[in-house]
């Protein structure tokens, strides 16, 4: 069977939009859930601090990198993520 082109193929390289729209949307996902990824990362390493903290404030030597740590973690928390 022998095909022919009715019209011929654009050539500003709208041929190619649905495919360029569909790997847009897919870096957008795979961004958000990195977004999403690190802020859990951060949870958790906020949680594991203050469970250093508090054990180090218990026998009388407060770590002085551990407390700011949590504060800047807190901060980066207190943010809203960025819808991409």
Not at 17 to 44: D, G, N, T, Y
């Amino acid at each position: 069977m022998i095909t022919t082109q009715r019209s011929r193929p654009a050539d500003d390289g709208s041929a190619m939009l649905p495919f360029s729209k569909l790997f847009e949307m897919e870096a957008q996902c795979a961004q958000q859930a990195e977004v999403l990824l690190q802020r859990k990362l951060l949870i958790r390493s906020f949680s594991l601090l203050q469970a250093f903290a508090a054990e180090a404030r218990s026998e009388n030597t407060p770590d002085a990198v551990a407390e700011e740590l949590m504060r800047d973690i807190s901060a980066a928390l207190d943010k809203q993520p960025t819808l991409i």
